[in-house]
């Protein structure tokens, strides 16, 4: 609950959201991007090199003094900055000219500049259950816009329980094993 208020009052702290693949790290970065005010950089810990940082930290520093404009900057895949990168976000995460949104699938306390951390509020994001991914399946299955809803797709119950339990608490492993089959 606390990080929804915070979402929707477009008071989010620099944030660090950890957890398994398929959790939800990425799409609840989606859903602060579209809800938030700020301007939304996404980077990823795997391409972004330290000129593009510091491009972005630099243009978030102008904006926040010539327009009072926020800037939140998504840094996918973040355990795979190495500590100067790391570091360059550091000062402005700490002056408040950028917030941050990490994501990783690794423990942040041990892959993440602790310096980072301790500025950041970590949220641990947990596998979906059997169940919850079910009810991921009957409303991909109802959903006519982005879902399978227009194509009129059924599945059985022992089906969509056993998709379910092989796609080991990852929703996007459960809906890309639904939208082949």
């Known amino acids: 609950k606390l990080l929804r208020r915070a979402i929707e009052a477009d008071r989010l702290p620099s944030v660090i959201l950890s957890g398994p693949p398929g959790t939800g790290k990425t799409t609840l970065a989606q859903i602060i991007a579209e809800m938030t005010q700020a301007k939304f950089v996404r980077l990823s810990g795997v391409e972004s090199n330290v000129a593009e940082m510091r491009r972005v930290v630099a243009a978030a520093a102008n904006r926040r003094r010539n327009a009072g404009r926020k800037t939140i900057v998504f840094v996918d895949e973040i355990h795979h900055?190495?500590?100067?990168?790391?570091?360059?976000?550091?000062?402005?995460?700490?002056?408040?000219?950028?917030?941050?949104?990490?994501?990783?699938?690794?423990?942040?306390?041990?892959?993440?500049?602790?310096?980072?951390?301790?500025?950041?509020?970590?949220?641990?994001?947990?596998?979906?259950?059997?169940?919850?991914?079910?009810?991921?399946?009957?409303?991909?299955?109802?959903?006519?816009?982005?879902?399978?809803?227009?194509?009129?797709?059924?599945?059985?119950?022992?089906?969509?329980?056993?998709?379910?339990?092989?796609?080991?608490?990852?929703?996007?492993?459960?809906?890309?094993?639904?939208?082949?089959g």
């Not at 994001?125 to 009810?135: A, C, P, T």
């Not at 409303?139 to 339990?165: M, N, P």
């Open 81 to 180: 900055f190495n500590k100067a990168q790391q570091d360059i976000l550091l000062p402005d995460v700490e002056s408040g000219n950028l917030r941050l949104i990490g994501a990783t699938t690794y423990n942040p306390f041990f892959y993440v500049n602790s310096a980072l951390v301790s500025r950041s509020q970590v949220f641990q994001l947990e596998s979906l259950s059997v169940g919850e991914l079910e009810g991921l399946i009957d409303r991909a299955l109802r959903d006519k816009e982005r879902g399978l809803g227009k194509h009129q797709v059924t599945i059985d119950s022992e089906a969509r329980r056993h998709l379910a339990k092989l796609s080991d608490g990852d929703a996007r492993k459960c809906l890309n094993a639904l939208e082949i």
